[in-house]
């Protein structure tokens, strides 16, 4: 399974509605899909959920977070997956 999480369009007002989608997310993977996750972009994270991460990511699974990657610029993204199996905007 391969997620991506487009964080541009929320503002910094939104970002621990973000936050608390994310861990949600989290939950839902680890106890409905374990081992499931091939890797997760998110995409323009805000800086409060940078924050965020780095206060939580001593506590992930070091496997799983090897399959996290955050993508600033779009075109990184077309170097983990094909450009055709891409949304028209990205």
């Known amino acids: 399974m391969c997620l991506l999480i487009d964080y541009s369009k929320y503002s910094q007002m939104a970002g621990m509605a973000m936050i608390s989608m994310a861990m949600d997310v989290l939950k839902i993977l680890s106890a409905h899909y374990p081992e499931r996750l091939g890797s997760a ?11 965020f991460w780095k206060a939580i ?34």
């Open 41 to 51: 972009f998110m995409v323009h994270p805000s800086w409060s959920f940078t924050f």
């Open 57 to 90: 990511s001593p506590f992930i699974d070091n496997v799983t977070k090897k399959k996290i990657f955050f993508i600033k610029k779009l075109d990184e993204l077309k170097d983990w997956i094909d450009e055709d199996v891409l949304e028209a905007e990205y």
